[in-house]
Structures are given as C-alpha cells and as structure tokens.
C-alpha cells in the first residue's frame, strides 16, 4: 500500500473522511501528537490499527469525538463531574476513562468495561471528525514503544507503506500527549500527565488521586499500558540525569566526559540556558527552548528527540526538568524514554 500524504483542503479531509468511513486508516493531526483513526465502531478497522503500529491488544485506545454531545454515542452513563471537566477542557487535550457503551467494541477498550474519550481541539482533526462522522478511535501514529510523532513526516517515517493516508497540517502546536484522567474513582484518578496540567484539572474538579508509576500489580494487570515504565523510547540508550539543576548539569558533563573518553559517540538534549556548559564537548546536541517555557520544551521535545536518533549516537544524555504545569508531562515522558536514572 503506497501512503498518501494529504493537504488540508476540504477536498482532502472529505477524502479523508470517506476512507475512514470504508475502514481505511489516516494518521492526522490533533493539538497533541498525530494520531492514527479508524472507525472505531468497526472492527476490522481497530484490528488494523492494533496490526499497523505492531501495538499488544492489551493496550486500549482513545475513541475520538468531534463535541462533547456525542458523548452519548460511546459511554454508558456519565459520571456528574465530566460535564465541568467537559466544559472547562474541551475540546482539548484531556481523555476521560468513562464506563463503555456496548456499540464500542472491546478491542477498542482491550477487553475492559471502560472506554477512553477525548474532544480535540486542532481544527483538522475537529474538520476530520465532524466529515466522517463516525467516533474515530486512533492511538498516537507512531510504532509500538516509539517516540510520538509531532510532524507528518515522523507519522510516515514510521507506518509509510501501512495506512492509507496522513494529512499533513504541519508540526502540532503541544507535542505530547492528552491528560488522562479515570473518571471512574473517587476522585478521579490522573493516569497520564499531559496537555492539561494537573494544577488545572484540580483547579475545576479539586484534589485528584495521581498515578503515575505502576506498581507491580499493575504492570502485569495492565491498567493503563501506557504507564508502562520504559515507553516514548528513542532507539538509543538515554541517561536522564535528576537533581537542583546546577548539579545535575555538572554531573552531565562529568557522565559525558566520560564516555567520550570511553570513546562512545554522544549526544546532548537541553534546554538552551544549559548549552553554555558543554559547548566544547564534541556532541551532537538539541536544545528544547529555555527552561521557564516547558510548553515550548513540550512541543520541540520529541522532534529533538527522533533528530539526536537519527544521529546515531551511542548514549544520549538528558538534564531532568521541574515538575509544575506542562513540566509534570515533560518530566514523566524523559523518565519513561530513559534507559537509566542518575541522583546528582
Ligand atoms: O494526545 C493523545 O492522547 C494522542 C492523540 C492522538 O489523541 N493519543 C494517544 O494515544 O496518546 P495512545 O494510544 O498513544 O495512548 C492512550 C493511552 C494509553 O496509555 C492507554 O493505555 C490509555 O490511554 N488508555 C486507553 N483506554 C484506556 C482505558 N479504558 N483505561 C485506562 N487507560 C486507557
Ligand atoms: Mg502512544
């Protein structure tokens, strides 16, 4: 199959939407990352999105609304707090976990009685949506366990050759992935840090319960697969080096000293304030934008990212990130693309 590169045109998104209705696939983009559609109620369309990226059908997926109305359509009954999370968030990058309704098929939900839902708010995707008519349920369109793609050029970088389309509408304005958040305990339960920061959802709902690493139980329960410790991995070995930023950055230099002495080829993600410290280190480096902005980090961060693995470096190394608003996502995305953690 040769994968189509679509433009935005209302000729393309009507194209588009008709090859989801057949039960086609089309990578697009949301405000978040690409995301690989199908037509969620079909499921020989989900089979082929679980087939595609070469993803385990234990991993669910996020079903894919054009407004909030439509919620109806994929969710059994609506917990009271979704219609303030509803009408503060969407359209936007927060997913609910909502008990499913029978018409989603569970391999859309990987066997579970809840279903994953979200609104987004890029106008391609909402355009996308709104023509095909159909909840459209698309994982990020990246290989299983890859980085996900910001661009379409990482969409075909990946999965050219497997779907039939990607609409190009350039780099996505966030660059990491939708909240997600179980609506199904009390309170609910943040699953996924991501577009909506925590402080913002709690700011609405008040305190929420925070699970962010998975204990053991879980790993093997799959509760949320995308928990999964070792996720959003580059190909090469990245050292996520934590601590108060001045000895993290001095720990950086003295690990990169030493594999460059080791004689490994190296390569540096930083934000900009840090570049001045290693500049004469032979290294190919990405910088992310300075550290006060992480919605910037957040949007060059996985860009950077499949750039230094293109490189080919031997090991990477990375300065951890502070954790409030977008930096909470920024900072679990580096945990989980880390092959290890160094306490400066
Ligand atoms: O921003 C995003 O959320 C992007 C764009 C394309 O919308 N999508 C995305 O999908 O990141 P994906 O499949 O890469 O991540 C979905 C996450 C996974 O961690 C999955 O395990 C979790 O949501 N998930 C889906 N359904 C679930 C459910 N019923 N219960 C718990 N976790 C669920
Ligand atoms: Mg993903």
Request: aromatic share 2%; net charge negative; proline share 9%.
């Amino acid at each position: 199959m040769q994968t189509q590169r679509l433009d935005t045109s209302s000729a393309a998104i009507a194209h588009a939407a008709e090859l989801l209705r057949r039960g086609e696939l089309v990578a697009f983009p949301t405000e978040t990352v690409y995301g690989l559609g199908g037509n969620a109620l079909d499921e020989q369309a989900v089979a082929a999105i679980f087939a595609a990226k070469g993803r385990p059908a234990s991993d669910p997926l996020i079903v894919h609304l054009a407004d909030p109305r439509e919620l109806a359509r994929v969710v059994a009954t609506i917990p009271a707090l979704v219609g303030q999370l509803a009408a503060a968030f969407w359209p936007g990058p927060l997913t609910l976990i909502l008990p499913r309704h029978p018409q989603v098929p569970l391999a859309v939900t990987a066997g579970r009685e809840t279903v994953a839902v979200r609104v987004p708010s890029h106008p391609i995707a909402r355009a996308l949506l709104v023509t095909a008519d159909v909840p459209v349920a698309a994982p990020s369109a990246n290989r299983f366990g890859h980085t996900s793609p910001t661009t379409a050029d990482h969409v075909l970088a990946d999965l050219a050759g497997r779907i039939a389309a990607v609409i190009d509408g350039g780099p996505t304005p966030i660059g990491i992935e939708s909240t997600v958040l179980d609506c199904t305990t009390t309170p609910p339960t943040l699953l996924r840090p991501g577009g909506i920061s925590l402080e913002a959802i709690e700011s609405i709902i008040g305190p929420i319960h925070i699970r962010t690493r998975p204990t053991g139980d879980e790993q093997t329960g799959m509760v949320s697969p995308g928990l999964l410790e070792r996720h959003y991995a580059p190909d090469h070995e990245l050292w996520l080096i934590s601590g108060p930023p001045a000895l993290a950055l001095a720990r950086l230099r003295r690990e990169a000293e030493a594999a460059l002495a080791a004689g490994l080829r190296i390569g540096l993600l930083l934000p900009d304030e840090d570049l001045a410290i290693v500049r004469d280190l032979p290294a190919d480096t990405e910088t992310l934008g300075p550290a006060s902005d992480p919605a910037q980090m957040a949007q060059r961060l996985y860009a950077a990212l499949r750039a230094l693995d293109e490189r080919q470096p031997d090991r990477i190394f990375a300065r951890d990130l502070d954790e409030t608003g977008l930096g909470r996502a920024l900072r679990d995305r580096l945990r989980r693309a880390a092959a290890r953690v160094i306490e400066a």
